[in-house]
C-alpha cells in the first residue's frame, strides 16, 4: 500500500487502467549529499523470512518483507559491509557483500534467487527525470522462469525488453507519457505467458520494474510484476494485473479440408495444419478474440468465429463437418487430475456421415452410448489399462469400427474422436483419433 501524500496510485477499475506517477513538485529524487550515496534494498527471494539489513554491523533497515523496498538511505562513500539476516537474529546471514560506493551516486541492491541460493544483484540507479518523459528499466528476479521478451500489446508486438534472463537488470529507456498493454513471453516466442491489463505512465516519474515469484503453480508465490516508483524516497511500487489467461487448442477434423492455418487476432498462431492434427494448447489472454482458419498460405477464410475464453480455463476448437459445411466446434475441457489408478476419456462423434453410435467393449457393454454426430460424452473416469473397442451403430450389435489396444495410463486425460467418413478412403476413411490433453 502505498504511504506517501505525495505519490498517487489511481486504479480505474471500470477501464482496466492503471495510472502511476508523482506530483509534479517531487519529479526529482532526494540527491546524495557530497561524499555520500543513496542505497536502497529490494527483497525478491521468495521463500526467505523477513529481513534485517545491517550496514557496517548496524541495523540500518529492519523487518523487510518479501517484495518491499526499504526505501533510499544516505551511506558515506567508499567501501561498505552489508549483511542480510532474519529480522531480529544475527544468523544465519542469508547475504554478505562488500559494495564500494561512489560519492553522488545512487543504487538499488536486490535480495534475488530461492533462500537456498539468494544471492545480492546491485545495479547503479539513475533517478533524473527527463523532461516531457517517463524513465523505466526492467530486472528478472523469478528464478525458475526462462528468459523473456517484454512486448507491446500481445505476444507478436514490438520488444521493449529483450532477452531478459534471471538476474538481469535492463538498462533505463525512455517513453512517452501514455497508456500502454505489456506482454510477457518467453525469449524468441510470441506464446504469452502473462498479458497485463494497460497501464498509465506519467511524465517526470522513473520505474523499476520487476518480475519476482515463481511459475510453480505448487507453491505460494505466484509470478508478478511489480512496479517500484524510484522518485522520491523509493519506496513505493503498484503491482500489475492481469485478466489471466486461458489454454485453447484447435484440432483439424475435416475430412476433405486441406491444410488450414490458424490466425489469433490476425495474428499467425499455427501453419499448415492437416486433418486430423492439432495445435497443441495454446495460451491466450483471456477475454474475447477472433479466430480464423485460413486455407494454408492464403487470406481464404474457411471459419472465422469470436470466442470468448475465460481466465484459467482450457478449451478445444474443432474444425469439423465436410469442406462445404464446415464448422467450428468449441468445447470446454474439464482437466482436473483423475483419481489415481484412473484415467479420465471423453468420447465425440465427428464423422460427417457416420450414424448415432455406441462405443462399446468387444462384448458389447456400452461405454459410452447413443451419440450423434457433433455430440460428445464429459471426460469419464476408466481404470487404466489396456481396452479393446468398438464403434457401434447405437442400439445394434453392428460394429462399424474396431478400436483393439485403446492403452489408458494412469493419470492421463484423453479425447477420443470418431474421424473421417463411412466409405471414405486412404486418409479420409472412417477411424479414430486419440489426443492426450495433459
Do not use: W
Amino acid at each position: 500500500m502505498l504511504s506517501k501524500s505525495k505519490f498517487f496510485l489511481l486504479a480505474l477499475l471500470s477501464l482496466g487502467l492503471i495510472v502511476i506517477g508523482c506530483d509534479d513538485d517531487d519529479d526529482n529524487p532526494m540527491q546524495p549529499a557530497p561524499g555520500t550515496s543513496n542505497i536502497r534494498v529490494i527483497h525478491t527471494s521468495h521463500d526467505a523470512p523477513n529481513v534485517d539489513v545491517k550496514v557496517d554491523g548496524a541495523v540500518a533497515i529492519s523487518d523487510l518483507a518479501y517484495g518491499e523496498s526499504s526505501g533510499y538511505a544516505t551511506l558515506n562513500e567508499g567501501s561498505t559491509n552489508i549483511m542480510v539476516v532474519p529480522t531480529g537474529a544475527d544468523a544465519p546471514v542469508v547475504i554478505e557483500a562488500d559494495v564500494i560506493l561512489e560519492a553522488n551516486k545512487e543504487y538499488t541492491t536486490i535480495a534475488a534467487g530461492a533462500l537456498a541460493s539468494i544471492a545480492p544483484v546491485v545495479v547503479e540507479d539513475d533517478r533524473a527525470s527527463v523532461s516531457g518523459q517517463a524513465k523505466i528499466r526492467f530486472a528478472h528476479m523469478s528464478p525458475d522462469a526462462p528468459a523473456v521478451d517484454i512486448k507491446l500489446n500481445d505476444g507478436n508486438g514490438a520488444v521493449v525488453f529483450g532477452d531478459a534472463a534471471f538476474g538481469d537488470v535492463a538498462d533505463y529507456i525512455t517513453v512517452d507519457e501514455g497508456a500502454y498493454t505489456f506482454a510477457v513471453t518467453a525469449t524468441g516466442s510470441t506464446d504469452e505467458v502473462i498479458v497485463f491489463d494497460p497501464v498509465t505512465v506519467t511524465n517526470g516519474t522513473v520505474y523499476t520494474v520487476i518480475a519476482h515469484g515463481t511459475l510453480d503453480d505448487g507453491d505460494a508465490y505466484p509470478f508478478g510484476v511489480r512496479v517500484f516508483i524510484d522518485n522520491g524516497n523509493g519506496d513505493q511500487y503498484v503491482d500489475l494485473t492481469s485478466s489471466g489467461s486461458a489454454n485453447a487448442m484447435v484440432i483439424h477434423a475435416s475430412p476433405d479440408a486441406p491444410g488450414v492455418d490458424l490466425l489469433v487476432d490476425d495474428a499467425i498462431a499455427g501453419t499448415n495444419l492437416e486433418f486430423p492434427d492439432n495445435t497443441g494448447y495454446l495460451t491466450l489472454s483471456a477475454g474475447m478474440h477472433n479466430i480464423k482458419v485460413n486455407v494454408t498460405g492464403t487470406a481464404t477464410t474457411v471459419i472465422e468465429a469470436d470466442l470468448d475464453f475465460e481466465k484459467d480455463k482450457s478449451y478445444s476448437v474443432f474444425a469439423v463437418d465436410s469442406v462445404s459445411s464446415i464448422g467450428a466446434l468449441v468445447i470446454e475441457d474439464n482437466l482436473a487430475a483423475p483419481a489415481s489408478g484412473n484415467a479420465h476419456v471423453r468420447f465425440i462423434h465427428l464423422s460427417p456421415n457416420a450414424p448415432a453410435v455406441d462405443i462399446t467393449t468387444t462384448t458389447g457393454a456400452i461405454v459410452f452410448g447413443d451419440k450423434s454426430f457433433k455430440e460428445y460424452t464429459d471426460f469419464t473416469p476408466l481404470a487404466a489399462g489396456s481396452y479393446d473397442l468398438q464403434v457401434r451403430v447405437q442400439g445394434t450389435s453392428t460394429v462399424v469400427l474396431e478400436l483393439p489396444g485403446i492403452a489408458l495410463e494412469d493419470g492421463k486425460i484423453y479425447t477420443v474422436f470418431a474421424k473421417g467418413f463411412v466409405g471414405g478412403s486412404g486418409d479420409q476413411a472412417l477411424g479414430a483419433e486419440i489426443i492426450v490433453n495433459n
